[in-house]
T-cell receptor, first 114, second 112 residues
Framework: GAGVSQSPSNKVTEKGKDVELRCDPISGHTALYWYRQSLGQGLEFLIYFQGNSAPDKSGLPSDRFSAERTGGSVSTLTIQRTQQEDSAVYLC????????????FGAGTRLSVL | DAKTTQPTSMDCAEGRAANLPCNHSTISGNEYVYWYRQIHSQGPQYIIHGLKNNETNEMASLIITEDRKSSTLILPHATLRDTAVYYCIVSGIRSNDYKLSFGAGTTVTVRA
């Protein structure tokens, strides 16, 4: 497919477990973003990658959250020791920075922490 | 630190134009105005963006005032599938501020 792909689409986990969320951006896009959307809330920025480096991690809510990007492509968002307040839809987007930074979003991963 | 102000909601009749206003009075010279929408249970979808000139594409038109302190998104012929939350966002590509700051947006309901 030509769009941003995220997996899994749904994830149910128990409090205290670690989870990994994956994002496959559009091929060739240099920038990659993670956002999250809690129930009934707006989208909240988490982290931004340019290539494999993360110039802006300002939105990560705690040190339980981390992300990496390898090969300038796939990114993984890891949440350690999940808490119930981590329940949300996690959205990934990618873009060409030098073409207007139009961000294309995936369908998201719905995380439920029981 | 909301940079934009939008009405909470608006209704529109199917087939009519929908005009969505947005105030961004503190916009700086290197910030663009972006419009995205989010249909229920989907990821946000890019609609259009502009700096100071009016823009038009296959989805919508964007009218930016001369002082750039406000803009209007126009959906020329609204359909039921245009029912969504519409977000007006200012972002500064040239100031290394690449992230999108989503506010509450405008919930648009298109009625038959």
């Amino acid at each position: 497919g030509a769009g941003v792909s995220q997996s899994p689409s749904n994830k149910v986990t128990e409090k205290g477990k670690d989870v990994e969320l994956r994002c496959d951006p559009i091929s060739g896009h240099t920038a990659l973003y993670w956002y999250r959307q809690s129930l009934g809330q707006g989208l909240e920025f988490l982290i931004y990658f340019q290539g494999n480096s993360a110039p802006d991690k300002s939105g990560l809510p705690s040190d339980r959250f981390s992300a990496e990007r390898t090969g300038g492509s796939v990114s993984t968002l890891t949440i350690q020791r999940t808490q119930q307040e981590d329940s949300a839809v996690y959205l990934c987007a990618s873009s060409f920075l030098d073409r207007g930074n139009i961000q294309y979003f995936g369908a998201g991963t719905r995380l439920s922490v029981l | 630190d909301a940079k934009t102000t939008q009405p909470t909601s608006m209704d529109c009749a199917e087939g009519r134009a929908a005009n969505l206003p947005c105030n961004h009075s503190t916009i700086s010279g290197n910030e663009y105005v972006y419009w995205y929408r989010q249909i229920h249970s989907q990821g946000p979808q890019y609609i259009i963006h502009g700096l100071k000139n009016n823009e038009t594409n296959e989805m919508a038109s964007l009218i930016i005032t001369e002082d750039r302190k406000s803009s209007t998104l126009i959906l020329p012929h609204a359909t039921l599938r245009d029912t969504a939350v519409y977000y007006c966002i200012v972002s500064g590509i040239r100031s290394n501020d690449y992230k999108l700051s989503f506010g509450a947006g405008t919930t648009v309901t298109v009625r038959a």
